[in-house]
């Protein structure tokens, strides 16, 4: 089979790069594939551990949560809808997605689903409250493996550093969206308690703990550097 000629093949590339941050997969490509997803699978893990403690979840699980109770369809279903629902709000305001941001739409609602499936009920605030501190480590470290693959930001990330980009600061812009999708989820029926308080005083710190330790080399990084909560 004969390779495309040089300029369909520019071509095509110039109209991915666009589109893409990450048109083409960097170099090294497994190690960046396999961060990426275990990055993923472990943010669906810390979620479906904090919402499985009943203390309070991630703030955008919190409005996932109200969702699902007023809707029936699951919390990783609502997950993946409202990941595909920013994404559209990026076109006004210009953000490219990544491999990483197409991946975090659908495989952390994925997981999300399937480790509240697989974890056994428990009525023991003991083990509640550990579900809770595990919860917030694993999504650190979850951050440090998403983040460090450098295949783009999360749906929801990228909402913030596009409002950042039109004159909003990052605290702001962070604080008012997660402000408001907490409020929104609470009305509907998710959980808001100690551990939406814990995870939104605990994250950074941790977070910043673990970024360093999994940040692949050769890509400048495309996001805030703190975690796609949700």
Same mark, same amino acid.
């Not at 913030?160 to 509907?188: D, P, Y």
């Given at each position: 089979?004969?390779?495309?000629?040089? +300029?369909?093949?520019?071509?095509?590339?110039?109209?991915?790069?666009?589109?893409?941050? %990450?048109?083409?997969?960097?170099? +090294?490509?497994?190690?960046?594939l %396999?961060?990426l997803y /275990?990055?993923?699978?472990?943010?669906?893990? #810390?979620?479906?551990?904090?919402?499985?403690?009943?203390?309070?979840?991630?703030?955008?699980?919190?409005?996932?949560?109200?969702?699902?109770?007023?809707?029936?369809?699951?919390?990783?279903?609502?997950?993946?809808?409202?990941? /595909?629902?920013l994404?559209?709000?990026?076109?006004?305001?210009?953000?490219?997605? &990544?491999?990483? %941001?197409?991946?975090?739409?659908?495989?952390?609602?994925?997981?999300?689903?399937?480790?509240?499936?697989?974890? +056994?009920?428990?009525?023991?605030?003991v083990?509640?409250?550990?579900?809770?501190?595990?919860?917030?480590?694993?999504?650190?470290?979850?951050?440090?493996?998403?983040?460090? /693959?450098?295949?783009?930001?999360?749906?929801?990330?990228?909402?913030?550093?596009?409002?950042?980009?039109?004159?909003? #600061?990052?605290?702001?812009?962070?604080?008012?969206?997660?402000?408001?999708?907490?409020a %929104?989820?609470?009305?509907? &029926?998710?959980?808001?308690?100690?551990?939406?308080?814990?995870?939104?005083?605990?994250?950074?710190?941790?977070?910043?703990?673990?970024?360093?330790?999994?940040?692949?080399?050769?890509?400048? #990084?495309?996001?805030?550097?703190? +975690?796609?909560?949700?």
């Amino acid at each position: 089979m004969n390779a495309q000629p040089r +300029p369909v093949r520019d071509a095509a590339a110039e109209l991915l790069g666009r589109v893409m941050i %990450t048109p083409a997969l960097p170099r +090294p490509r497994l190690r960046r594939l %396999t961060r990426l997803y /275990a990055g993923l699978t472990l943010y669906g893990l #810390s979620g479906a551990l904090l919402v499985h403690a009943e203390l309070g979840a991630m703030p955008w699980d919190v409005l996932h949560q109200g969702l699902s109770r007023q809707t029936g369809l699951s919390i990783g279903t609502w997950s993946v809808l409202v990941g /595909a629902m920013l994404m559209l709000l990026w076109i006004p305001l210009r953000q490219k997605p &990544g491999l990483g %941001t197409l991946s975090n739409v659908v495989v952390v609602g994925m997981t999300v689903d399937l480790f509240l499936w697989l974890l +056994p009920e428990t009525d023991s605030l003991v083990v509640r409250v550990a579900l809770l501190g595990l919860g917030v480590v694993v999504c650190a470290v979850a951050t440090g493996c998403y983040i460090g /693959a450098q295949l783009g930001p999360g749906p929801r990330d990228g909402l913030m550093t596009g409002l950042a980009a039109r004159g909003w #600061s990052v605290r702001l812009a962070r604080t008012s969206i997660e402000a408001g999708v907490v409020a %929104t989820g609470f009305l509907m &029926g998710g959980t808001v308690g100690v551990g939406t308080l814990v995870f939104a005083v605990a994250i950074g710190p941790l977070a910043q703990v673990f970024l360093p330790l999994m940040r692949m080399p050769d890509r400048e #990084s495309e996001t805030t550097g703190l +975690p796609d909560s949700r």
